[in-house]
């Protein structure tokens, strides 16, 4: 039934469709509000060892982009750094504003596609010509960006728009030779889509095949290392630190 879930989802859905229901996911889980025992266990060790890393810079502005309900926000402020943080789902961003509103920070309602806006007319706009030491993608938001060149393209905006800065971000892994699926799985996703593909025709264009679908954190699309290197390459960064347990993670300068 899985197979039939996510086929059906992919070929019901556009991607403001897949934007939305991911985003509806989280907002219906209290761990990444306060008092969330997500949000209240503070920085992953993973995440404290990148930041302690000497190319992540001691002090400065810190931007946050798909900062949930405010997590890291609250952790990278108590570590002494000023901190602005965005978040495009409505419900989440009221947990960071409140988050912000509580401790200092400043909470602003973006997507990554406002960053990536070159006309100067989005939310964070303003941010564009503020100095900024460091961006840190928000904990697998990075996957939430469904397809390769949309990926590409909000790397690339954040070396344009502040091109210092060190980069920290997370994603999930895409194994490079991917156990295919079974006769019967290609049978069922074969013939849900057949069932499907009038609605499926109706939409512009084909979603990305490497996309997956969770049901505890929505639409992604992993990446393969390789992918990742050469992403960070064309952008114009060097890898520092690359670790692929227990996700995809590196820092980039």
Do not use: C, K, N
């Not at 990554?112 to 989005?122: F, I, T």
């Not at 849900?192 to 490497?210: C, I, K, N």
């Not at 992993?222 to 670790?243: K, N, T």
Request: proline residues 6%; hydrophobic residues 45%.
């Amino acid at each position: 039934m899985t197979v039939v879930r996510d086929a059906a989802l992919f070929a019901l859905l556009d991607d403001a469709g897949q934007d939305g229901l991911t985003g509806w996911i989280y907002s219906r889980q209290a761990t990444y509000a306060p008092a969330g025992g997500l949000f209240e266990g503070g920085l992953f060790d993973w995440e404290r060892a990148l930041i302690a890393h000497p190319d992540f810079p001691r002090d400065g502005h810190v931007v946050l982009g798909g900062a949930g309900g405010g997590r890291e926000l609250r952790a990278l402020r108590d570590l002494g750094y000023r901190v602005t943080a965005f978040e495009p789902s409505e419900m989440l961003w009221r947990s960071l504003a409140q988050t912000a509103a509580d401790g200092g920070g400043v909470a602003i309602q973006a997507s990554y596609a406002d960053l990536v806006r070159a006309d100067r007319s989005g939310p964070l706009a303003t941010l564009f010509d503020e100095r900024v030491d460091a961006f840190v993608f928000g904990w697998g938001s990075f996957s939430h960006l469904l397809s390769l060149e949309a990926q590409r393209r909000a790397l690339h905006a954040v070396r344009q728009r502040w091109p210092r800065a060190v980069v920290l971000i997370s994603f999930l892994r895409r194994s490079d030779s991917p156990s295919p699926p079974s006769p019967g799985e290609r049978w069922l996703r074969g013939a849900t889509r057949w069932l499907l593909s009038p609605f499926d025709r109706a939409r512009e264009g084909s979603p990305d095949p490497s996309r997956q679908f969770f049901p505890h954190a929505g639409f992604v699309r992993p990446l393969s290392e390789d992918e990742f290197r050469a992403m960070a390459a064309a952008a114009g960064f060097q890898v520092a630190v690359y670790q692929s347990h227990p996700y995809g993670a590196a820092l980039l300068v």
